[in-house]
């Protein structure tokens, strides 16, 4: 099964159970506070607090860039076209 996933797809949804993550534990932490704001206001008041932004999602030139800068460093046992898609 992991043969059929790229690593950039990879990459995308460890990222994306970690921001599931962190938003369950900011949901679960809010529900047990007085709850005096909405729910959106306190994870944007936690996140700054934090000094956690946004998550910057790469254009395909930075994927491309990343990913050839990768390959001065490891060689694909297969040819690839390109990763990113």
């Known amino acids: 099964m992991l043969s059929t996933y790229r690593l950039v797809d990879l990459a995308d949804f460890i990222l994306w159970v970690f921001e599931e993550e962190r938003e369950e534990k900011l949901y679960n932490q809010w529900l047990h506070t007085q709850m005096t704001q909405s729910f959106k206001e306190f994870k944007k008041q936690q996140m700054s607090a934090n000094g956690i932004a946004e998550t910057k999602i ?12 990768a390959y001065q460093f490891i060689k694909p046992t ?8």
Request: aromatic share 4%.
């Open 78 to 85: 297969k040819p690839l076209e390109s990763e990113v898609t």
């Open 58 to 69: 790469p254009s395909k030139e930075e994927q491309q860039k990343s990913l050839d800068f």
